[in-house]
């Protein structure tokens, strides 16, 4: 696809209005999300992302629309795990119901910034040397394994651990013990203190990095165009703070999404090591975009289906245990 700096430039500049615009309509003043406007919302940001997708399709025609709706499910339904961690992070921080919105805000942000420089960073090593398909893939295929392992083992009692970065910010900055508002920083007995809300602002950013590593490899293995590995990112993560207070109480019910999430991450393996087979000259066959659009949309579909009868089964289970201890 053939992106000019103008079309970066307007991209990159609408994408900051918007962020803008959802912080001043929505995000400015702390309150509790409620889910009606969480719904709303993610509605919005749901649109905007056909938008853009039918906009792909009217500039550049059907096949760079197809990737970036396959890389915008894609990414969308791995940030839907981020939520998990994210919900830890909240509690391992306490944070005020009025201001995780405002933390989420940011966090994304931080993490949107981040990620951009994982994209570049790919993007060099994808057009520099095609082999580096191979090392996607198996990373993907591994990371598919894992997250099937880690799904099977069933650790209940799971803990935020804080990086490396958060844990030389805390040690080497002082801190307040309790939220001053919305603050970053305070100066009290003539020192600067930072606040906790700035700790778990940079908490939810950066450990969406560790995300990224199998993310950003994921997408490559449906586009290699920077612009849409980039776009698709942004879309999915931007709408992840109202996903966050919309299906905040049904992730618990999402028992088999990592099975589903591994079944995608797996596949878009299998499809870089056939592209980059096909790249070196060997005669097999590869994986188009209508066909990967629609695998992961079933998959999708059947895992959130089976993770929704596993739970009520599992609830009504409970409840006849329930009726006969009584």
């Not at 499910?73 to 944070?95: C, Q, R, Y």
């Not at 990620?115 to 990371?143: C, H, M, P, Q």
């Not at 083992?153 to 844990?167: G, T, W």
């Amino acid at each position: 696809m053939d992106v000019s700096v103008t079309m970066w430039v307007t991209t990159i500049g609408v994408l900051i209005a918007l962020i803008v615009a959802d912080f001043f309509i929505g995000g400015r003043k702390p309150h509790e999300v409620s889910i009606k406007e969480a719904g709303i919302w993610t509605a919005v940001w749901v649109v905007l992302a056909l938008l853009f997708g039918g906009f792909l399709w009217w500039h550049s025609g059907a096949q760079p629309a197809g990737e970036f709706f396959a890389g915008y499910i894609t990414e969308k339904s791995l940030s839907v795990d981020n939520l998990f961690v994210f919900i830890l992070i909240m509690g391992k921080f306490a944070v005020p119901r009025i201001y995780q919105q405002r933390v989420l805000m940011f966090g994304v942000i931080i993490a949107l910034v981040l990620r951009a420089v994982f994209i570049a960073g790919g993007a060099a090593l994808v057009a520099e040397f095609s082999w580096v398909f191979f090392i996607f893939g198996a990373f993907l295929i591994w990371t598919a394994w894992k997250l099937v392992k880690e799904a099977r083992a069933e650790e209940e009692e799971e803990e935020f651990e804080e990086n490396r970065l958060l844990k030389s910010i805390t040690r080497r900055f002082p801190s307040t013990d309790d939220y001053r508002g919305t603050k970053l920083f305070v100066r009290e007995n003539g020192r600067r203190l930072i606040t906790p809300m700035l700790i778990v602002m940079l908490a939810i950013g950066t450990t969406d990095v560790l995300f990224a590593l199998d993310s950003i490899p994921a997408i490559f293995g449906l586009t290699q165009d920077p612009y849409i590995v980039f776009t698709a990112n942004a879309f999915a993560l931007m709408g992840l703070r109202q996903l966050y207070f919309l299906i905040g109480g049904l992730l618990k019910k999402l028992v088999h999404l990592s099975y589903g999430l591994s079944v995608i991450l797996g596949f878009i393996g299998v499809k870089l090591v056939l592209h980059a087979a096909h790249e070196a000259g060997a005669n097999v066959p590869e994986i188009g975009i209508p066909f990967s659009l629609g695998f992961i949309v079933v998959v999708l579909a059947v895992t959130t289906f089976t993770s929704l009868r596993a739970s009520k089964k599992a609830a009504e289970a409970e409840h006849e245990r329930e009726k006969l201890d009584a």
